[in-house]
């Protein structure tokens, strides 16, 4: 998601600015141009020159909130966290204090998070929708061992979202992609009636048989699907046979 930020317009050194906010250190973002079966797109690796920790809820909580990131970035990005791991404590039996994050507790999972929140504040997204989500099939190893896909958080986070299966044999939302999109998008389905302006494509790690890219397109609503407006017309009917409008 941040590479389709980033190719939208939010300047790579700007995302770099606020990660500063979060008063870390122990990686670096670098940013390049690729094409992924022929499409142009931005790709962001995040290298980390930290060992993987393990950190608790409590533990990414604090980092946030020690942070000089805004109350709008703050909040979000709690409530991602939070519900990463109440899906975690639920399928793993424990509480979510108990929870140690693996995958989900390394700096790049927290700069995703913080990331994505903030870079759609700063291209002034009000409302965001989204397309259902296609999901891969296969296995994926972590560090609870080799799981099936999509991975049980994934699925467990993506309760109430519009999905549908494909033959990709691959991870194509992740954890940390569910949560994201679940807490931020307002709705799924279809595009709602807009006027297009911009147009942004992150691209994926991996070269797959389809294009691995995300596409965000950020523009203006018809006000009237906004409102969503309903109009009721009403008449009385008080000389004439019933039969000529049963």
Same mark, same amino acid.
């Given at each position: 998601?941040?590479?389709?930020?980033?190719?939208?317009?939010?300047?790579?050194?700007?995302?770099k600015?606020?990660?500063?906010?979060?008063?870390?250190?122990g990686?670096?973002?670098?940013?390049?141009?690729?094409?992924?079966?022929?499409?142009?797109?931005?790709?962001i690796?995040?290298?980390?020159?930290?060992e993987?920790?393990e950190?608790t809820?409590?533990?990414?909580?604090?980092?946030?909130?020690?942070?000089?990131?805004?109350?709008?970035?703050?909040?979000?990005?709690?409530?991602?966290?939070?519900k990463?791991?109440?899906?975690?404590?639920?399928?793993?039996?424990?509480?979510?204090?108990?929870?140690?994050?693996?995958?989900?507790?390394g700096?790049?999972?927290?700069?995703?998070? !913080?990331?994505?929140?903030?870079?759609?504040?700063?291209?002034g !997204?009000?409302?965001?929708?989204?397309?259902?989500l296609?999901?891969?099939?296969?296995?994926?190893?972590?560090?609870?061992?080799?799981?099936p896909?999509?991975?049980?958080?994934?699925?467990?986070?993506?309760?109430?979202?519009?999905?549908?299966?494909?033959?990709?044999?691959?991870?194509?939302?992740?954890?940390?992609?569910?949560?994201?999109i679940?807490n931020?998008?307002e709705?799924?389905?279809?595009?709602?009636?807009?006027?297009?302006?911009?147009?942004?494509?992150?691209?994926?790690?991996?070269?797959?048989?389809?294009?691995?890219?995300?596409?965000?397109?950020i523009?203006?609503?018809?006000?009237?699907?906004?409102?969503?407006?309903?109009?009721?017309?009403?008449?009385?009917?008080?000389?004439m046979?019933?039969e000529?409008?049963?």
């Open positions: 998601m941040l590479g389709a930020l980033v190719d939208l317009g939010w300047p790579v050194e700007e995302l600015r606020e990660l500063d906010k979060l008063d870390f250190f990686y670096r973002i670098e940013a390049k141009k690729v094409a992924k079966r022929g499409i142009l797109s931005t790709q690796k995040i290298r980390a020159t930290e993987k920790k950190r809820l409590e533990d990414i909580l604090s980092i946030l909130d020690k942070s000089k990131l805004e109350e709008k970035v703050k909040e979000p990005s709690r409530a991602i966290f939070t990463l791991a109440s899906v975690e404590a639920k399928i793993h039996g424990k509480s979510p204090q108990k929870i140690h994050f693996h995958e989900l507790g700096l790049d999972t927290i700069i995703d998070v !913080v990331g994505a929140v903030a870079g759609m504040n700063y291209l !997204v009000e409302k965001a929708y989204s397309s259902p296609p999901l891969g099939k296969g296995f994926v190893k972590c560090s609870h061992g080799i799981l896909l999509p991975a049980p958080a994934t699925l467990e986070l993506l309760k109430e979202v519009p999905v549908y299966g494909s033959d990709i044999k691959a991870e194509l939302v992740t954890p940390t992609g569910a949560a994201i679940s931020l998008a709705n799924f389905g279809q595009m709602p009636p807009m006027k297009i302006e911009h147009i942004g494509y992150g691209a994926g790690q991996r070269d797959l048989t389809i294009p691995n890219l995300l596409r965000v397109s523009g203006v609503i018809r006000k009237a699907y906004e409102e969503d407006v309903v109009s009721l017309i009403q008449t009385n009917i008080d000389d046979n019933p000529f409008y049963e």
